[in-house]
């Protein structure tokens, strides 16, 4: 039955049913059916859901109008999951801002027509309001009209039943409209539809609103596992994927990206030189990226800086004269900042914009080194901007490793439930100052051979390079050829190399990556012109192929695909084969990282998509000491995916590693999406530290901790909680540990400058940390800094923090007054007692040098508030994008600083 020509007689005479559906609204577990339409005006068009008793009628008077959406700016439409216990439907999610429906559909050429229409009227409302056309939708409001039978829904019986007198008086608003709302529905799970070859979520942009994710035809190789999809429909997905280029065409744009480390400098200059040279066309997109746009003290934690603003102004004023840009996003983590602009006219063409940023610095989260990151799609392609500032030092290049592994596992883009890595976007430029240096080669050979011109020799000396060519960082980037000479560092105001008592090698630390298909480098420079910083700016430009569906050719191709697998299913199955599937990690230590790798063949006749999935009781696919890369992927046929498995115990998982509570073993489950599971089995050994002890074991463990068995620990355990009468030796007073660190630091760091700001050096950290835990040599090893960052990280990974969580809440509640906070003291635990008052004292006598070592009270409090006090549900809470989270987290840490400030202005007395 022709279920568009019955629609369309309840319409006027100007609009027009496109296509239409039988399907159920789904209410819990009620179903009653309906017919799901497409209805065009003018060129505004809405998605009309009746709901009719008899599926068989052909009376038009029988179909009641239950919702009317808009297909605007804020319309979506997700498929959420295939509906339980019946095969071939799904269940479909539509909904704007103020109106959610599912809907049950059965799955074939009028499911995909249907979602086509969906994605083809967004697009006309894309390209309308780009040209400025308004949308006003108002035709829609002779639809609706109050009926008493159907409360909170909105019907009509049609021109035929009103006349030509329309009731307007008893018109409802669209926004006005009820429909069953799905949010926590139990049938709603994520599932993909790429399968479908339609988009999963989709969205039409809105200034000043960020849009859903949208998800591409045939974009399997990214994306959530299907849930109830057969492998028929995954295959599809995946044909698709391979045959693209069929249905896609390409216009290609021009992309800038920058970077410059400013030194903390004033913006003094002018930018032009380097963001629009006079020879060069003017840029479809900029990137421009900063780091440490402020170095000044109260920024390194989180504050605000009037530098953000004045650099923003600078570069505003520097965009090439010769196009009009608007400005897309702008993100700032302490002193690094990425903006990025497009051109007037591709504003209302970018979609699903999402931002994020991570902190690698001190104790791994401090924003003084770390990335940010700004995403988002053009057209069909989506594009990830990255701005990074790595571990600085020569001989730190392990470090900047990891903290390049750090940011590419950690960093995600979150919308919804769903979540994007770094890699799963079809282009990712990355840049910043990366600290790579040039190594084992004296600084003015080095200078020499930069004055010969000998560019191409000096980088065999280049640390990035070097680090690339063993496949330890930036797998899959390209970088242009360097014909500009280093630069860093430089004497502030000149084009001088370093004239220091350091006398620093010159160095390409300022750099700008990509990956990805239909890029091409246009050009690579440094800009020597502006002399404000020690660094030099550098900019690279890009020719870049964004793509656009014909959504003609994509059906063209579909059709082919659907009949080549009715023709050979069998034989299309997706098979693989792996290397290994043991992995074994031996003798691992405290936040000392080992890699292993699994790699993946693709050993069957057709291109596979796979991922890790979550075990049936696990809510993630691995142990949180774990971090895989890439967890998702595609690989073609007679192709194969390296995996990178990197496991690091860290202060959240080390309290039961040291125990034995705990052992480093997990199953990994690859699925293969439409074939079978494959079991990755992982273990290792831990060697137990005092990192990540607590104080009750500590005091009561006389030995270093390496010469304690694991049973011989769990008896201090036991003892130190009271479930045990083996606590025969007065225990000391505070861990033999701590003292050696503070008292390092009181011998020999109480004039430094910038303790407890500047990074240590990861190799000194891992000397420092086994010296602890052997007992010997006597003397710490490294330098104050990695001493005193060594520090942070014993009294950040206590098994429990130094005020004891359960004295939190009272704590930042008599956060200001002396006598109330003694009285909270006095109730702890002596050695948790012991410890905070002789950390106070340390840093009363740091306050008395602040002379020379720059310290104030604020920042101390600051720096320790947040590791002496420890919010109880920081671990699990996301702080990322809940507003209400985060005003909460910042008020709780500025009572923390009150509560440590207390006892820093006033000695304790019992």
């Not at 360097?482 to 010159?506: L, V």
Request: hydrophobic share 35%; glycine share 6%; net charge negative.
């Amino acid at each position: 039955m022709d279920f568009g020509k019955l629609v369309q007689k309840k319409l006027q005479e100007n609009d027009k049913c496109l296509c239409s559906l039988l399907g159920n609204i789904v209410d819990g577990l009620q179903r009653s059916t309906c017919i799901v339409s497409v209805i065009e005006h003018s060129e505004e068009h809405g998605v009309f859901v009746h709901s009719l008793k008899d599926a068989l009628t052909e009376n038009p008077k029988d179909l009641r109008l239950t919702a009317a959406i808009p297909v605007d700016s804020s319309f979506k439409f997700n498929i959420v999951a295939s509906s339980a216990g019946t095969k071939g439907v799904i269940l479909v999610k539509l909904d704007n801002l103020d109106q959610s429906l599912l809907v049950e559909l059965p799955q074939g050429d009028k499911l995909t027509t249907l979602l086509a229409e969906f994605k083809r009227t967004l697009q006309v409302h894309t390209q309308n309001a780009g040209f400025g056309l308004p949308s006003t939708f108002t035709w829609m409001e002779k639809y609706l009209k109050r009926d008493s039978s159907l409360p909170g829904l909105a019907i009509f019986d049609g021109p035929e039943a009103a006349g030509n007198d329309w009731p307007f008086n008893e018109i409802i608003q669209i926004t006005g409209g009820k429909c069953p709302v799905v949010k926590d529905d139990p049938m709603c799970k994520a599932v993909s539809s790429d399968s479908l070859g339609i988009q999963e979520s989709i969205s039409a942009p809105n200034t000043g609103q960020q849009s859903v994710v949208r998800r591409s035809p045939g974009a399997a190789i990214t994306e959530p596992r299907s849930v109830g999809v057969g492998s028929r429909e995954v295959l599809a997905g995946l044909l698709m994927k391979e045959r693209e280029a069929e249905y896609t065409r390409l216009t290609d744009y021009r992309v800038f990206c920058g970077t410059w480390n400013v030194n903390g400098q004033i913006p003094s200059e002018k930018l032009h030189k380097w963001l629009s040279p006079e020879e060069d066309d003017p840029p479809d997109i900029y990137a421009i990226g900063f780091q440490e746009l402020d170095l000044s003290k109260n920024v390194y934690i989180f504050s605000e800086s009037a530098r953000e603003d004045e650099w923003l102004h600078k570069v505003e004023d520097a965009l090439h004269v010769k196009a009009k840009y608007k400005k897309v996003k702008l993100i700032r983590l302490v002193a690094m900042m990425l903006v990025v602009f497009v051109k007037d006219e591709l504003y209302y063409c970018i979609r699903d914009l999402l931002y994020e940023s991570i902190g690698t610095g001190l104790l791994g989260v401090m924003g003084n080194k770390g990335g940010v990151a700004i995403r988002f799609r053009l057209h069909d392609t989506t594009i990830c901007f990255v701005n990074s500032h790595l571990a600085a030092h020569t001989e730190e290049y392990e470090r900047r490793n990891q903290d390049f592994r750090d940011i590419s596992s950690r960093l995600n883009f979150r919308s919804g439930e769903t979540q994007y890595s770094i890699s799963e976007h079809d282009i990712v430029f990355w840049l910043g100052d990366l600290n790579y240096r040039i190594c084992d080669i004296e600084s003015e050979e080095c200078k020499r051979m930069i004055l010969l011109g000998k560019l191409e020799e000096l980088m065999n000396y280049d640390q990035l390079c070097r680090q690339i060519s063993l496949k330890r960082v930036f797998l899959d980037y390209f970088e242009g050829r360097i014909n500009f000479i280093p630069t860093y560092k430089y004497d502030t105001g000149s084009d001088n190399w370093d004239s220091s008592d350091k006398c620093r090698t010159p160095a390409w630390c300022d750099r700008v990556l990509w990956r990805g298909e239909n890029v091409s480098q246009l050009a690579y420079r440094s800009h020597p012109q502006l002399k404000l910083s020690d660094h030099k700016p550098v900019s690279a430009v890009f020719k870049v192929g964004i793509k656009t569906y014909d959504l003609t050719l994509e059906r063209k191709v579909r059709e082919e695909v659907m009949k080549l697998l009715d023709q050979k299913e069998n034989e299309f199955l997706p098979q693989v084969s792996l290397d290994v599937t043991d992995v074994h990690f031996e003798n691992l230590y405290f936040m000392e990282n080992q890699s292993r790798t699994v790699t993946i063949t693709n050993t069957g006749q057709v291109p596979v998509s796979f991922e890790f999935i979550n075990k049936p009781s696990d809510n993630h696919y691995c142990k949180p000491w774990l971090k895989i890369e890439p967890s998702r992927g595609f690989i073609h046929i007679g192709e194969s995916c390296r995996i990178q498995l990197d496991l690091c115990i860290d202060k959240a998982t080390a309290p039961a590693m040291n125990l034995g509570t705990k052992k480093i073993e997990d199953i990994l489950v690859l699925h293969l999406n439409g074939g079978k599971d494959f079991f990755i089995t992982v273990s290792g050994s831990y060697v137990p530290s005092c990192f990540g002890s607590s104080i009750e074991v500590l005091v009561r463990m006389f030995n270093p901790i390496r010469e304690v068995d694991t049973t011989e620990l769990n008896q201090i355990e036991k003892a130190a909680y009271g479930c045990s009468s083996e606590d025969r030796e007065r225990p000391l007073d505070v861990p033999k540990e701590l003292w050696r660190l503070i008292d390092h630091l009181f011998n020999n760091g109480l004039d430094q400058d910038e303790l407890f700001q500047t990074a240590g050096l990861g190799c000194e950290f891992n000397e420092i940390r086994d010296c602890l835990d052997t007992g010997s040599p006597v003397n710490l090893p490294g330098s104050i800094h990695s001493v005193a960052e060594a520090l942070l990280i014993f009294l950040s990974s206590l098994a429990e923090p130094v005020i004891p969580s359960a004295f939190f809440d009272t704590c930042i509640k008599f956060n200001g007054s002396l006598s109330h906070c003694k009285q909270v003291l006095n109730q702890l635990p002596v050695s948790h007692r012991n410890v905070f008052k002789y950390i106070c004292a340390f840093l009363r006598v740091l306050l008395l040098h602040s002379t020379k070592n720059k310290l104030d009270l604020k920042l101390l409090a600051k720096i320790f508030g947040r590791i002496l006090l420890r919010c109880p549900d920081e671990s699990t809470a996301d702080f990322s994008r809940d507003s209400v989270l985060i005003a909460k987290r910042r008020e709780d840490e500025l009572k923390c600083e009150s509560f440590l400030q207390t006892f820093l202005i006033n000695e304790y007395d019992e």
